[in-house]
């Protein structure tokens, strides 16, 4: 079992920077995504890492925006996000999927455990 928590969420405005974090209960040899979901949207891939960082993947709409980092010894995955846009505006959650460690997947149902997600508000 393993159990995510993200937070690092809040208000920012827009063009602002804001990093999520995600601390897992126990080790983090996994492949991490982050995605978001707004209302009336499905829920969308951000980014991902691999277990030994050296890959990551991004959303076109993220991608030199956004920077997935991992730290093992923490157990924790970061989400830096700058020049964050409207559209930014989401409940953002950390998944995590146990049964690769290179191939970063876009796909929700790749994941098998999730966050409780938090809340970005970006405002103009």
């Known amino acids: 079992q393993v159990t995510l928590v993200e937070s690092g969420g809040g208000l920012v405005q827009a063009g602002g920077s804001l990093t999520l974090s995600c601390a897992s209960s126990?080790?983090?040899?996994?492949?991490m995504g982050w995605f978001r979901h707004s209302p009336g949207k499905e829920r969308d891939f951000v980014g991902g890492i691999s277990v030994s960082g050296a890959r990551t993947d991004y959303a076109d709409s993220v991608k030199g925006r956004f920077t997935v980092s991992r730290d093992n010894a923490k157990n924790t995955v970061y989400l830096q996000m700058n020049s964050l846009k409207l559209e930014d505006t989401a409940v953002y959650y950390c998944a995590a999927n146990i049964r690769h460690y290179h191939t970063v997947s876009s796909d929700p149902e790749s994941y098998d455990y999730w966050g409780q997600g938090t809340q970005v508000t970006v405002f103009s």
């Open positions: 126990g080790r983090t040899s996994y492949v």
